[in-house]
């Protein structure tokens, strides 16, 4: 008698990628060390921990007998007055507590987001390289992530006419994220601006996630002036995270900012896959954002210098080439014209400990590049990336 067939599962989270990190984590294991300790450019990390003041307050929160019980779907007041406050003060334009939910980081806040405005059948434009967490999203969702692709000649910028010609009716968000991983590259405000512009023409959403905008250059100002539109609440959703600025990704807390109709959508989602964040650390963050302030701007200056120390490493090395360098990333084009970005990033980690990412994790067309995540070691780690690439070949 044959053997049943396997019950099965939904067939469009089965055609999604699995996550790509892993796969590179496990060819680090097989590192012996020969070159030196590892350097891990891979996953975005922050490098160093938060100051103690923050983890008091995190631990004060978490004694609280109160903070053990459900919060509100959208998280807690103090942090959404909190938060509220400061985006108003960043973008120079009133926002208001009731237009931020908290949510479990940025990626939940994309997830939600993503099933508030598309459904099974539509297609959102994703500027490639894309952040591959985007593209599973779109996939697992029945989505079609549609490649918007971006010139490394300009700065990875997205170009408006390209995108324009993608849409078509089945459109429904262009998405954006600045400053941007993979690649480190901050679009311009004009960039933005024009984005919003098409997004209301054409009646569809801008999703601009802002992960990484504590970490913009020296003298960049304002990343755009979006919020300063009346209409806003209209084509733009804003999503950010608290994990990197604050170094504490394993809190888990982003944020969304949105009209209130378009969250009152969206807390239908959040109290079906959360009810309410974690509460112990809402209180903690929301302290910190003015608490820890003189911190976060030491740390935005050391990691916007690793960019340039990054570049001067790189610079002897022939045949490598920095396309784009800012924030937490850089995107690398490698010498090995006829060799997988996979095979390169193994045997460079198991030749000389250092450890990427392949280009093709992060869309189609990027066999030949890599992506590095700078902020994820210190100055004197970055700096010995020229030594231990010298000479390296396949």
């Keep these: 008698m044959p053997s049943p067939s396997p019950t099965p599962l939904n067939p469009d989270l089965i055609d999604t990628a699995t996550p790509p990190i892993p796969e590179a984590q496990g060819w680090a294991r097989a590192y012996d060390g020969r070159s030196g300790p590892l350097i891990d450019l891979s996953q975005a990390v922050p490098g ?42 960043f973008y120079g334009a009133p926002i208001s507590p009731e237009e931020i939910a908290i949510t479990a980081g940025c990626n939940q806040a994309y997830v939600v987001t993503m099933m508030a405005v598309a459904r099974a059948g539509d297609n959102v434009l994703l500027p490639t390289p894309w952040y591959f967490n985007h593209e599973m999203t779109l996939n697992m969702l029945g989505v079609e992530p549609r490649p918007l692709p971006c010139d490394p000649a300009q700065a990875f910028v997205p170009d408006i006419a390209t995108a324009e010609s993608l849409i078509d009716e089945r459109t429904r968000a262009i998405v954006l994220v600045t400053p941007n991983n993979p690649t480190g590259a901050v679009y311009p405000p004009a960039t933005i601006a024009a984005f919003a512009a098409l997004c209301r023409r054409r009646n ?43 170094a504490v990704p394993g809190w888990r807390l982003g944020a969304i900012t949105a009209g209130t109709d378009v969250l009152a959508q969206i807390g239908k989602v959040l109290d079906c896959i959360q009810i309410s964040p ?23 200056s050391e990691i916007n210098a690793r960019a340039g120390l990054f570049r001067r490493a790189m610079a002897p090395l022939n045949g490598w080439s ?3 360098a800012g924030a937490y990333f850089a995107y690398l084009a490698h010498p090995f014209e006829a060799v997988p970005a996979a095979e390169v990033v193994r045997r460079l980690v198991q030749e000389r400990g250092v450890l990427a990412l392949p280009g093709p994790y992060f869309g189609p067309g990027q066999e030949r590049h890599l992506r590095i995540a700078i902020a994820n070691v210190g100055a004197d780690r970055l700096g010995e990336l020229g030594d231990r690439l010298q000479g390296f070949s396949l």
Excluded: C, M
């Design 278 to 300: 974690v509460r112990a650390g809402q209180g903690a963050i929301a302290w910190g954002i003015d608490g820890i302030r003189a911190w976060r701007e030491a740390n935005r």
């Design 204 to 246: 569809i959403w801008l999703v601009l996630d802002e992960t990484y905008r504590d970490f913009l250059p020296d003298g960049a100002g304002r990343s755009h002036e979006l919020f300063a539109a009346s209409d806003w609440r209209d084509s733009l959703i804003g999503l950010y995270s608290f994990s990197k600025a604050y």
């Design 322 to 324: 920095v396309l784009a």
């Design 48 to 89: 160093s921990p938060p100051p103690a003041a923050l983890l008091e307050r995190l631990a004060e929160a978490a004694g609280r007998p109160d903070q053990t019980r459900y919060g509100a779907i959208t998280g807690d007041l103090a942090l959404r007055e909190a938060y509220a406050a400061e985006t108003s003060a």
